[in-house]
């Protein structure tokens, strides 16, 4: 009976040293030990001989599983070390599968003295089993798929025969519609084709008396604006191919239009930049002025708040759309700025090209007023004009290699250097799609390429893509 009654103190004690329960829990419970002695390994677990009134599980080192960290397992008071816990083995083949040389070999073992959860540099073995493509390259090292880079056609998918089309840098005759549609002043006519169905048509003919200098289409793509040699500004309905309205203000040629909503920016070499509000009776509502000499380029910011023009001057001016005198002077230029260039994707981010003298495009924040970088382009920049699906812009040139270039921004690498224009390439629009541009020069031609990747996403196929158009050489 003595022995009968040790045995199961000796069980108390054992069961105290793992639950760390106070002495005053020490009241037996013969059912409650059965219970555990079904779920726990009884040769590692005793049964305490009491009921556990703690709400949280306190681990006992003796049922670590010290080889799943090959750290040597501490001995227990007897001077035998324990073995590996059932609860230990399945949650290890639970969460990384049964064990296999394989998985064996991924991760050497830490050294007792270093840190349990250290991360472990060197490998045995490549990881490259265990992922769903394979690489023989750099064992132990995952490679990510390289992106190829993009590829830009060096030649043009379509040149068409443009007679008359005037080498004048100052004047600005070629636009790309919302509908698809692409205006040109040949001379004293202006002509509009369908880029989807490649049908060309007569919009007017101004008479021998004066000349086309400028198109612009309004946003729609309903109806167009055409500066004249004389000063007038003419507004066409393209539907019915009928004249609206005729607007007068200038007193000599109109080089430079721009929209922004219902308000029609003229600009001329009378050096003055008229604000035409196309709902208004009279023919303009406010004058520009500042710049000292013919204005070429004119182009409104995307939010329609700042419209930034560009003069023979060498300046390059910002005006709100309250203001008759410029709210931002930019005097760097050192030649006729006719390219000028807002950037849809940074708010302010401004892009103006130099002439002859100058052949460097440069980058301003209208939103602080800085001046952030400069390129030279080595040849005459004669227009500018942003991707709207990419950050990266194209720029055409004139002296001495009349070249188009596609740029990565802010890097400003080149993407592609394209060629073929024999005479200044004056003359740039962009398609609607954002994809194509077309350029015309003193050569008489006017040449499409394919250089903008088509947006990241779309909800629907392009109706007005690169598949709708015919990529033919017509010439």
């Not at 001077?79 to 990384?96: C, I, V």
Request: aromatic share 8%; charged share 20%.
């Amino acid at each position: 009976m003595e022995e009968d009654e040790s045995t199961p103190t000796n069980h108390i004690k054992k069961s105290d040293s793992h639950l760390n329960l106070p002495p005053s829990m020490n009241r037996p419970t013969v059912s409650l030990e059965t219970r555990i002695n079904r779920l726990i390994d009884s040769n590692h677990y005793h049964s305490p001989s009491k009921p556990i009134y703690s709400d949280r599980f306190i681990p006992s080192r003796s049922g670590s599983n010290f080889a799943l960290f090959d750290l040597a397992s501490s001995p227990n008071k007897d001077g035998k070390e324990d073995g590996p816990g059932s609860y230990a083995s399945l949650l290890k083949n639970a969460l990384f599968g049964p064990e296999t040389p394989e998985k064996r070999d991924v991760v050497t073992g830490f050294s007792p003295s270093r840190n349990i959860f250290r991360f472990k540099t060197e490998t045995q073995r490549s990881l490259n089993s265990f992922l769903p493509f394979d690489s023989d390259e750099s064992p132990g090292v995952c490679q990510s798929p390289v992106k190829s880079p993009r590829k830009i056609p060096r030649s043009p998918y379509k040149v068409l025969d443009a007679p008359a089309l005037q080498d004048d840098f100052y004047l600005n005759l070629v636009d790309w519609s919302a509908q698809n549609v692409l205006a040109v002043g040949l001379g004293n006519c202006v002509y509009l084709w369908n880029a989807s169905s490649s049908k060309v048509t007569k919009l007017c003919d101004l008479g021998g008396d004066d000349s086309a200098c400028s198109v612009s289409w309004a946003l729609r793509g309903t109806h167009l604006a055409i500066g004249t040699s004389t000063g007038t500004v003419q507004i066409w309905d393209v539907l019915r191919c009928k004249r609206i309205r005729t607007m007068e203000g200038h007193r000599l040629r109109v080089g430079a239009l721009a929209w922004s909503s219902s308000v029609l920016s003229s600009g001329s070499r009378d050096k003055n930049i008229l604000q035409r509000d196309i709902r208004s009776k009279e023919d303009h509502v406010s004058k520009l002025t500042g710049h000292k000499s013919e204005i070429c380029g004119l182009k409104w910011s995307h939010d329609n708040r700042e419209l930034a023009s560009g003069g023979n001057d060498n300046k390059l001016f910002v005006w709100n759309q309250h203001s008759t005198q410029p709210v931002l002077r930019y005097c760097e230029h050192t030649a006729a700025v006719k390219a000028i260039a807002w950037s849809p994707h940074l708010h302010g981010v401004l892009a103006s090209g130099g002439g002859t003298a100058d052949r460097c495009i440069r980058f301003w924040n209208t939103t602080t007023n800085t001046h952030l970088s400069c390129i030279d382009t080595n040849s005459q920049v004669c227009n500018l004009a942003w991707s709207k699906n990419v950050n990266e812009l194209v720029s055409t040139h004139g002296y001495s290699q009349n070249q188009i270039i596609v740029w990565k921004y802010p890097t400003m690498s080149k993407l592609a250097t394209l060629t073929g224009h024999t005479f200044r390439v004056l003359y740039l629009a962009v398609s609607p799609d954002g994809q194509m541009i077309v350029t015309g020069a003193g050569d008489e031609t006017l040449r499409f390429w394919n250089v903008f990747p088509s947006p990241k996403s779309q909800n629907r196929e392009s109706e007005i893509g690169a598949l709708s158009f015919g990529r033919t050489t017509i010439r």
